[in-house]
Structure formats: C-alpha cells, structure tokens
C-alpha cells in the first residue's frame, strides 16, 4: 500500500489496519487501487465502504494527480452497484470530510 509522504499517516487507523488485514473485513470488491467492504454497522440494508489503498484522509486532502484515484471510485462504486444489483434502484454515495461529518 503506498503512503503520500506529505500527509501525516496514522497506520493504527482502523482502515489502515483493515488495508493490512490486521482487521477482517467482508470484502465485496479489491483491486490494486481500492478495497470495498461491508460497513460492520450499516446504517441502510447495504451499506459498503470503498477506500483507496493510497493515504488520503478525506476529500480535503485530494491534490492534482489524484484524479484517475477519484474517477476509479467512482467507476468502482458503479461496479459494486451492479454486483450487488442496485444499479438500476439507485444508490447514494457519500463521503465524509473530517471529524465534524
């Protein structure tokens, strides 16, 4: 998992150590960029969590050359979506951007 050496990195974060395979995860979908998971305490019937496998602690952390990153979340959010067969109800993205989210 590559870290951003700019950003402070806490590597005893829950994602950090889920990332590692220190905590188990039911995962739903990896690949080298993202792993996506089932939330352990879901707040709608499906409720899945994708983070990059490269350190960004929010969107408020996002700087150019991190595009690609977000578009393949959200191509990967699109993915899952149809895995999970969702797609075509709907479903709702969100992304929290700091403690006070």
Avoid: W
């Amino acid at each position: 998992m590559p870290i951003d050496a700019t950003l402070p990195y806490d590597d005893q974060n829950i994602f950090a150590k889920i990332l590692r395979g220190e905590i188990p995860c039911n995962k739903v979908y990896e690949d080298a960029h993202v792993l996506a998971f089932h939330d352990i305490a879901p707040k709608a019937p499906i409720h899945v969590l994708i983070i990059p496998k490269k350190h960004l602690v929010g969107f408020q952390n996002v700087h150019p050359g991190d595009e690609d990153l977000i578009g393949h979340l959200f191509v990967t959010a699109n993915k899952i979506a149809i895995q999970l067969g969702v797609q075509e109800t709907g479903y709702r993205l969100i992304s929290n951007c700091g403690e006070g989210a």
